[in-house]
């Protein structure tokens, strides 16, 4: 770890403009509960980097930092009994509970019916919704490297995505989580030792804000169908279509929801990253 608390209070970096929000407001509460989950674990790290003095620079370690490390000081179990015991952090504790209980009692958003069709488990639903948070705003990506506490690490990592989300020092990926299976979040190698990158699919990210892009393995050869109605819809909810990477027939979701392959899937992703639903018409060629 490096660096000084800042001199400005985290609570009052927090700007309102009193602007009419632009998002769904499902991924408004999206954005709100990893911001806030940000704001926790940033007031903790900063607790640990006052307690260690003065930083050693971004080439040193320092002895006081090895010692914080060698003691176990940032373990999840410290840092979730003191956000749990400290006033500072009071408020920020009661909004995120109001955000995730909104959240959780959501059944109708087309963000909802992607988990519930996917069958996204919670901890699949908090890898997604850190990576969908960057993919809305990608400022998120220097909040993320400030509490990997590395400036070249500006993107969502399993083990940031466990200690945001109370889940402990490892990492939450699996191979055969529908993340993985699906390709919802892309898995990319960074550098040699460094934690590999986790991504929203740029498709999801656009259907989820009612933009309706062409996949681009189909640029140049297809063109997007008209809205076919009721049945075009991710549970019959209009135009809102399924982006085309991860369109199914209406079988293939039962399917998929119990841990099947769809007909026409490939094996295996040509990277080994995991499994794709079919592109679009590749079932029927």
């Known amino acids: 770890m490096s660096g000084m608390p800042s001199t400005i209070p985290l609570q009052q970096a927090e700007?309102?403009?009193?602007?009419?929000?632009?998002l769904d407001p499902t991924l408004e509460l999206v954005l709100r509960r990893v911001r806030l989950?940000?704001?926790?674990?940033?007031?903790?790290?900063?607790?640990?980097?006052?307690?260690?003095?003065?930083?050693?620079?971004k080439l040193a370690v320092t002895h006081a930092e090895m010692d914080t490390h060698l003691a176990g000081?940032?373990?999840?179990?410290?840092?979730?009994?003191?956000?749990?015991?400290?006033?500072?952090?009071?408020?920020w504790n009661r909004e995120l509970a109001e955000v995730e209980t909104a959240l959780a009692g959501d059944e109708d958003s087309p963000l909802a019916q992607l988990q519930r069709i996917f069958g996204l488990s919670v901890e699949d639903?908090?890898?997604?919704?850190a990576c969908l948070a960057q993919a809305l705003?990608?400022?998120?990506?220097?909040?993320?490297?400030?509490?990997?506490?590395h400036a070249g690490r500006g993107y969502v990592s399993q083990e940031l995505v466990a200690r945001l989300f109370g889940y402990g020092r490892a990492g939450l990926w699996?191979?055969?989580?529908?993340?993985?299976?699906?390709?919802?979040?892309?898995?990319?190698?960074?550098?040699?030792?460094?934690?590999?990158?986790?991504?929203?699919?740029?498709?999801?990210?656009?259907?989820?804000?009612?933009?309706?892009?062409l996949d681009p393995y189909l640029v140049g050869s297809g063109r997007d169908p008209p809205a076919a109605g009721a049945s075009a819809g991710l549970a019959g909810g209009g135009d809102r279509r399924v982006p085309r990477a991860?369109?199914?027939?209406?079988?293939?979701?039962?399917?998929?929801?119990a841990g099947?392959?769809?007909?026409?899937?490939?094996?295996?992703?040509?990277?080994?990253?995991g499994l794709r639903p079919p592109r679009h018409g590749a079932a029927q060629r």
């Not at 989950?37 to 620079?57: F, H, I, S, T, V």
């Not at 705003?137 to 506490?149: I, T």
């Open 15 to 22: 700007l309102v403009f009193g602007i009419e929000p632009s």
């Open 37 to 57: 989950r940000a704001c926790r674990r940033a007031a903790w790290l900063r607790k640990l980097w006052a307690e260690e003095g003065e930083p050693g620079g």
């Open 73 to 91: 000081l940032d373990s999840p179990e410290a840092e979730a009994a003191w956000l749990a015991s400290d006033p500072s952090v009071a408020a």
């Open 125 to 129: 639903a908090d890898i997604f919704q």
């Open 137 to 149: 705003d990608p400022s998120l990506g220097r909040v993320y490297a400030y509490l990997h506490d």
């Open 174 to 213: 699996n191979a055969a989580s529908p993340l993985c299976r699906w390709e919802l979040v892309q898995v990319r190698e960074v550098a040699p030792g460094e934690p590999p990158l986790l991504a929203c699919d740029p498709l999801l990210r656009d259907w989820l804000q009612s933009r309706h892009s």
């Open 246 to 257: 991860h369109r199914l027939r209406r079988e293939d979701w039962t399917r998929a929801g």
């Open 260 to 273: 099947g392959r769809p007909a026409g899937q490939r094996a295996a992703h040509p990277g080994g990253a």
